[in-house]
C-alpha cells in the first residue's frame, strides 16, 4: 500500500494512520518511505518516482508511504522521522536531499538511506544515470538542428546531476559542428512556472533557438516559452514528444519509475549497497524517448548507433 504523510498527518498518531488502512502481513518485513520535493502530480519528476513506488508496492506487496512537497529545510526532519519509526529504506528523492542523507543515515545507522539522482556519498547508497551520455544524445541532435548554434538549459538549482548532463550535453553541441554558446540559467525554484518560462524567454532573446529543461513542474513554462517563439525543447527526463510533440525535438527518458521500483526491490532483498549505482543510456531505466520527424532518418540512424555503442560501454564522451 502507499500512504501519504499527508494522509498520516490527519490522524492522532502515525501508527494508528497506518493500521486503519490495513497493513499487510508482508508489509511488516519491510517497509519504504520516500520523500518528494514536489507534488506527484507534476507530471514530471517527483510523479514518476510516484510511479515507481506504486510500481514496488505491487511488485513486492510491501508498504510503501511517502511526503510531497517537502521544502529543503524540511527534509532532515521528514527522513529523520521515518528512520526513526523503523521504516527499512528512506530515500530523498533529488539531488537536493544529498546533505540532508548524509546526516540522517550517519545519525540512523541500521536504517538504510537511499537518494534518486544524487552526487556519491559515503553511508549513502545513490540511484543514479550516465548523466554525461543522455546530454550528449540531446546536445548532438540539437547542434545538428539548430540554425543559430546557440543553446539554454534551465534548472532549479546546480546539482551534480545537471552539471554532469551539462557537460556532456556542451560535448555533444560541439561534436556537431554548432559553434555558439550552451548558456546553463538557475531559476532556484524547481516548480515555478512562471520563472521558468521568464528564464527561457531571456535565453530565447539571447539566441538560443534549443532549450533544456531540468525542472519538476517548471518544465511547463519552458515548454509555453518554446512553442510561443517557435524555438526547440528537449526532454531529459520524460518524454516531452507525448505532451508537446510540435515543439519537441528530441527527448530521453530517464525512468526514475523504474530506477526507483529497482532500489526498493534490490532494498527489499538485502542487495542495496551504500554505494553509487548509474543507469546507462540504452538501458531498461534510461533509454530514448520521441524525436521529431523533422529530424533526418541519416541522423536518426547515427543517434541509434551511438546509443547501442553506449548500451555496450564502448562509446567514450
Sequence with gaps: MIISRRDLLITTAAATGV?????????????????????????????????????????????????????????????????????????????????????????????LVAVLNGAPTEGVATVNYNNPQFGYILGYIGGKMSKTGKAGMVCGQEIKAFVDIADGFKKGWAKAGAAGDVTLTYTNDWDDVAKAKEATLNLINQGADVVVPYLDNGIVGVVQAAEERGVWVSGLITDLGKSSPKANLAST???????????IELAKKGELARED????????????????DAVPDALKAEVAEIVDQMRAGTFKL
Excluded at 549505482?277 to 533509454?287: E, I, R, T
Design 277 to 292: 549505482y548509474k543507469f546507462a543510456m540504452g538501458s531498461d531505466a534510461g533509454y530514448m524517448g520521441t524525436i521529431n
Design 253 to 263: 527518458v530517464l525512468d526514475f519509475a523504474a530506477a526507483t521500483a529497482s532500489a
Design 19 to 111: 493500521g486503519l488502512l490495513g497493513r499487510s502481513a508482508v508489509a511488516a518485513d519491510f517497509r519504504a518511505a520516500a520523500v518528494l520535493p514536489g507534488s506527484i502530480t507534476d507530471q514530471a519528476f517527483n510523479q514518476v518516482v510516484y510511479e515507481g513506488l506504486i510500481a514496488a508496492r505491487e511488485r513486492l506487496g510491501i508498504e510503501v508511504v511517502f511526503s510531497e512537497k517537502v521544502k529543503q529545510a524540511d527534509q532532515v526532519s521528514a527522513m529523520s522521522d521515518y528512520a526513526r519509526r523503523g521504516y527499512n529504506l528512506v530515500i530523498g528523492a533529488g539531488g537536493e536531499f544529498t546533505a540532508a542523507a548524509d546526516r540522517v543515515a550517519k545519525q540512523f545507522p541500521e536504517v
